[in-house]
């Protein structure tokens, strides 16, 4: 079994790659071949994928998600599993590129080093813990689509705007289209993260008798809500326009990509597991 | 058997002499009636478009085919072909596959890659089909040509990107709005090319025209035939201030709406895009309007820098295209070759399998019951395994032209078989 996991575990980045390549293929020559090839390859990946979170869940008694490189992997997965929603529901393929860019990404990261943890603190079976790990990597998820749509809005606005016809013009859906995936993947997002600073809360209260803590990870978060919250609520309370929506999501989600690249890996005291 | 095309297009003659031998569906099924009960052609194909009308046909002599063709023409639409050389061409056999072929693809269309033309070809299929003059060979004919048709558009993006100011403009729209019929358009002047942008768009769906002119009559003209809404010119602020779709066309010597009168408008608009196409010259609406958020604003420019850039990609896909027109021709042209081993086939199977059940009945008598039933399986299975390289043989003689006729000619020399006549070729 742990033969066969290395085996996905070497596989899934190969896979995500060529995925990748298709899409680029798709997006930079219009290519037939990966038209037809680049959507099965994407459930054959995400169907593998979610084998290789399964099996490593049984054979290492843990969800993926006592490191930093296992949680990648689950945070590449669930942006694989929300791009494939995504795709299957406006049909539109040429954004894939982009968004499977950044799962390469985490699913490199978390192949290059993941290693079964041997020791890791018993709170990985608590329920409340794994609601609150899960939710919020559902929720990086949403933010990560909803950042990556908010800029190929805001490239293919000001191409628009500056008469610049090429191929971003040529590929991507229309304004209205992008707008919406950034604003609802956006609002999934948070919401999932409200769910899972909320529950992180309660957990702080439990373990450390106290509701708050001077964490940079918790603080980073808790900016990241807020620029979420704001940018929404004044997209649907004094209808900010798509653009300005489009600059707050991809403000948000840097402050997320700093709360998991340095936060993570320098800074945090308390988030971590083994 | 020969196939042959007598036809004309918008390269050989003008839209006066196209639009003098144009066929509707009804004329189309008579003509096709009429060449039926003559029997000059075997079988008969009448394509008319706006920009074509092609008679296909399929005859023993190409010549006398020809000139039917023209005649039918002369007496169903009294234009005299012979009298204007330059108007008509004839194309035969392979090349008349490969202008089919071509013209199925939009590769021979006025504008290039249009694929209209598919739907038309299909129709005079359909048309062919139904009147009954459509047989064996003109019906695999069409049926190559919408392959053609559909793999040229599937497999190459000969089709892509708008090639008309008009059509470019709904495009331009599309890339800001999801779906063009929840869209409202405001079309200010009557100019030709602002008229023709506003009934694309309503073409496209559009929900709602409203056709704003300083002479109001005519805008009400318009607005009858387009199903929209007059406007006088001095209402164009409310007007803009809720339209999604501006389209300006108007003959005046200054702008009409300046940066200030758009900067109020934009305020009452609660950042709902404004697409703007501006394609008077000169223009309507002062240029730096383009700098307000929420206005994209373009000008004929813009929109002929668009149609020149879809046009020469559209001529990039060009070899692709060809190379499936190839394709396609060479699967033809194989597959009528293969049409005259058929019959050598058919009548060498024949012959041996009336010798072997000649043989098996004179000697049923020395068998009993179930060894006469061996007998029949042992010689049928040993006939077949004798005939099935030869029919392998024959099969690729019928593809290799001159040569394979030749061969097959001597197989019918060597079985001392019966020559079928020419339609039973076919």
């Excluded at chain 1, 985490?106 to 192949?111: I, T």
């Excluded at chain 1, 020791?119 to 790990?133: D, K, Q």
């Excluded at chain 1, 990556?148 to 229309?174: A, C, E, N, T, W």
């Excluded at chain 1, 001077?214 to 997209?235: F, Q, R």
Aim: one cysteine or more.
């Amino acid at each position: 079994m742990v033969g066969f996991l290395n085996a996905l575990n070497i596989l899934l980045p190969t896979l995500y790659a060529l995925l990748w390549a298709d899409y680029a293929l798709l997006f930079f020559r219009n290519d037939p071949f990966a038209e037809r090839t680049a959507p099965l390859l994407l459930r054959i990946t995400v169907s593998f994928h979610a084998l290789f979170l399964g099996l490593w869940t049984v054979t290492y008694h843990h969800f993926p998600i006592a490191s930093v490189f296992e949680a990648n992997s689950v945070l590449a997965f669930s942006v694989a599993t929300l791009y494939l929603l995504i795709e299957t529901r406006i049909g539109v393929r040429t954004t894939g590129f982009f968004i499977i860019g950044i799962v390469v990404a985490f699913q490199l990261v978390s192949s290059a080093a993941v290693e079964p943890p041997s020791t890791f603190s018993g709170l990985l079976w608590e329920p409340a813990f794994m609601v609150h790990v899960f939710t919020a990597l559902l929720g990086y998820s949403g933010l990560a689509v909803s950042a990556v749509y908010g800029l190929l809005y805001l490239m293919l606005f000001y191409d628009i705007k500056k008469h610049r016809f090429g191929l971003i013009y040529k590929q991507l859906p229309s304004l209205e289209i992008m707008a919406s995936f950034t604003y609802r993947s956006a609002s999934l997002g948070l919401a999932f993260l409200t769910v899972a600073m909320v529950g992180g809360f309660a957990l702080l209260m439990r373990v450390y008798g106290t509701y708050w803590s001077w964490d940079p990870k918790l603080m980073t978060t808790c900016i990241a809500w807020l620029i979420y919250s704001l940018g929404l609520g004044a997209s649907r309370i004094w209808g900010w326009s798509p653009k300005r929506v489009a600059f707050t999501s991809i403000a948000g989600f840097t402050v997320i990509l700093f709360s998991l690249v340095i936060v993570n890996l320098v800074l945090t005291r308390f988030h971590v597991f083994v | 058997m020969d196939l042959i095309v007598v036809g004309l297009n918008h390269r050989t003659a003008s839209v006066e002499v196209r639009e003098r031998v144009a066929y509707d569906d009804r004329e189309v099924q008579g003509v096709l009636a009429r060449a039926r009960s003559d029997e000059v052609l075997s079988e008969a194909i009448l394509l008319s478009t706006c920009n074509r009308t092609e008679f296909y046909g399929l005859s023993n002599d190409n010549g006398s085919a020809e000139m039917y063709i023209r005649g039918l023409i002369a007496a169903t639409k009294q234009v005299d072909l012979t009298a204007h050389p330059g108007y008509a061409y004839t194309l035969t056999r392979l090349e008349s596959v490969r202008h089919l072929l071509r013209v199925a693809a939009g590769l021979d269309s006025l504008v290039l890659g249009e694929s209209q033309i598919l739907g038309q070809v299909r129709r005079a299929h359909e048309l062919g089909v139904e009147s009954g003059a459509c047989g064996l060979t003109l019906n695999r004919l069409l049926q190559s040509a919408i392959l053609v048709g559909r793999r040229v558009r599937n497999e190459t993006s000969i089709g892509a990107g708008a090639v008309s100011v008009a059509s470019a403009a709904a495009e331009l729209a599309g890339k800001i709005f999801r779906d063009l019929s929840a869209r409202s358009v405001l079309l200010i002047g009557v100019g030709e090319m602002g008229t023709l942008t506003a009934r694309h768009m309503v073409e496209r769906g559009v929900s709602k025209l409203t056709i704003a002119n300083r002479t109001f009559h005519k805008a009400e003209e318009l607005a009858r035939e387009l199903g929209g809404t007059a406007l006088p010119l001095d209402r164009l602020e409310s007007a803009l201030a809720v339209a999604d779709i501006a389209i300006s066309s108007t003959a005046a010597t200054t702008p009409i709406v300046s940066r200030k009168l758009m900067e109020s408008i934009v305020g009452k608009r609660g950042g709902k895009p404004l697409v703007i196409i501006d394609i008077a010259v000169p223009r309507d609406f002062e240029a730096s309007i383009g700098e307000l958020d929420g206005v994209f604003l373009h000008d004929i420019d813009d929109m002929n820098l668009l149609v020149d850039r879809n046009l020469v990609k559209r001529r990039a896909e060009i070899p692709k295209a060809e190379t499936i027109v190839e394709q396609e021709v060479e699967a033809f042209m194989a597959w009528r070759a293969s049409l005259a081993a058929a019959p050598v086939i058919k009548k060498l199977r024949e012959r041996v399998e009336e010798l072997r059940s000649h043989e098996v009945e004179r000697h049923r008598k020395r068998f009993c019951g179930n060894d006469r039933e061996q007998v029949d399986l042992l010689t049928e299975s040993l006939v077949n395994k004798i005939l099935h390289p030869v029919m392998t043989r024959v099969r690729e003689w019928g593809e290799e032209g001159h040569l394979g006729a030749l061969r097959i000619d001597a197989l019918y020399e060597a079985f001392d078989l019966e020559r079928p006549d020419r339609d039973d070729e076919e």
